[in-house]
């Protein structure tokens, strides 16, 4: 198989939620108490709600930019690549890049809705989250029907009303949810706690997807302040290592059949010997531990269970069939640091060589389309879905690389950048307060 060929979906890329996202969702008695975008006097922009700013920052919406000027800094809407916010534009970004559809985690509520969770009014977040999703729903993805997979927030102070929601988005046509990777750092129950049964078992009947992106609990992982950032950027996909060890061990995939988990943007060339090591601790030591997988080995489970995703992972494709090739999915991470646009067909044909073109069509759209229950053939023919067909829709798109301003986190110096560089730029957006 060829690049041209290629028929890609990716179930990981991010969007800059547009200033007037809440213009038509929130109830009119709400407006005025809803997040607003405030310029501040930095030139920066932010999200203002409930006494919070949240910033965009730079690593998030990079593309476009020169590496050098990467960084954590504040950004504003016109630093930012149009493509990041404006729908008509993303589409363009999408064709030129060959992507066919794409699932968007969101910038300013967190990862995985968090913003929502923290506020001491839980009536107005559950309104605002509502508003939300519907926003992502029925403007984001549905403004070009077959080109996304939506993915919805949750209420997680309720785990009921957790349940509920899933149910009322599964009606919009929405099978996938954003969790977080650790609850106990958010200060709630952890995944082997039955307080969220009501969550697990709605997702279940439904066939809706968990998704857990990396990042999703506590932030970044750290080491100390002094190390270069390099650090966090290289550890930060494997740490969900905890996340995928405390799910495979809890009781979620035995007492759930039915239940599906994404380990988003969680790379795949750890998994052959995570599973290798779990097999072996449950041989040596299930006797004493009372492990039960009901004669199953954990490595089968998790198969049965765990979707796994990937940008650029030359590794992860050599060992596919240790990491299962009918549950691999493939990302772009648009428009983040890590993504490979626009030249993602070409940089995953590289990892491509050897693999058959029936295992090259279940890792770029089959596993996705399938686990997250959409069907873009039905909104086009597949003969336009390739990327040389997507490609020709979009001959005109600016891919020149310009500066937008962006400021590195130390300037005039050729030594490494520290976490500390970086936490003192970040710590900008909270230098001014919003008129």
Not at 120 to 139: F, M, P
Not at 341 to 353: K, T, Y
Request: hydrophobic share 40%; charged share 20%; proline share 8%.
């Amino acid at each position: 198989m060829k690049a041209d060929d290629l028929i890609l979906v990716s179930v990981d890329d991010h969007v800059v939620e547009p200033a007037n996202m809440f213009a038509q969702h929130l109830p009119a008695q709400y407006k005025a108490q809803g997040p607003r975008v405030v310029r501040k006097k930095d030139g920066s922009d932010v999200w203002v709600w409930q006494g919070e700013q949240i910033p965009n920052i730079g690593l998030n919406a990079v593309v476009g930019r020169p590496p050098e000027e990467y960084g954590m800094e504040p950004t504003s809407f016109d630093q930012l690549r149009p493509g990041t916010y404006n729908i008509h534009e993303r589409i363009h970004d999408m064709n030129v890049n060959g992507v066919l559809a794409s699932m968007c985690f969101p910038s300013f509520p967190g990862l995985c809705g968090a913003l929502f969770f923290r506020q001491a009014d839980r009536n107005l977040s559950h309104v605002v989250l509502q508003a939300y999703n519907d926003w992502h729903i029925d403007e984001w993805c549905g403004t070009y029907p077959g080109r996304f997979i939506p993915l919805a927030l949750l209420p997680f102070w309720d785990p009921q009303l957790m349940a509920a929601e899933v149910r009322r988005v599964a009606k919009k046509g929405c099978h996938a949810v954003s969790f977080t990777e650790s609850p106990d750092a958010l200060g709630l129950p952890s995944f082997h706690n039955p307080h969220w049964d009501p969550f697990w078992k709605a997702c279940a009947e439904e066939g809706t997807v968990i998704c857990i992106h990396i990042g999703s609990g506590a932030g970044m992982k750290f080491s100390s302040m002094d190390a270069p950032v390099d650090v966090m950027i290289t550890v930060q996909p494997i740490a969900c290592v905890n996340a995928a060890a405390d799910l495979l061990w809890s009781r979620v995939l035995k007492d759930f059949p039915g239940i599906k988990i994404a380990m988003s943007e969680g790379g795949i060339g750890w998994i052959p010997y995570f599973l290798e090591r779990a097999d072996y601790v449950h041989e040596h030591h299930h006797k004493w531990t009372h492990q039960d997988f009901r004669g199953k080995k954990p490595s089968e489970v998790w198969r049965e269970h765990v979707i796994t995703c990937f940008i650029d992972d030359p590794v992860g494709v050599k060992n596919r069939h240790g990491v299962g090739v009918d549950t691999m999915t493939w990302e772009c991470d648009y428009p983040h640091s890590d993504t490979t646009w626009p030249h993602s067909p070409e940089i995953l044909m590289r990892s491509c060589d050897g693999v058959s073109d029936a295992e090259i069509n279940k890792i770029t759209h089959e596993n996705a389309l399938r686990f997250f229950m959409a069907d873009p053939f039905k909104h086009r023919p597949k003969a336009k879905c390739t990327v040389k067909a997507l490609r020709a829709e979009s001959p005109n798109v600016d891919l020149s690389v310009k500066s937008q301003g962006g400021k590195p986190p130390i300037a005039g110096e050729l030594r490494p950048v520290t976490t500390q560089d970086v936490m003192a730029q970040l710590a900008t957006v909270y230098s001014t307060v919003p008129e």
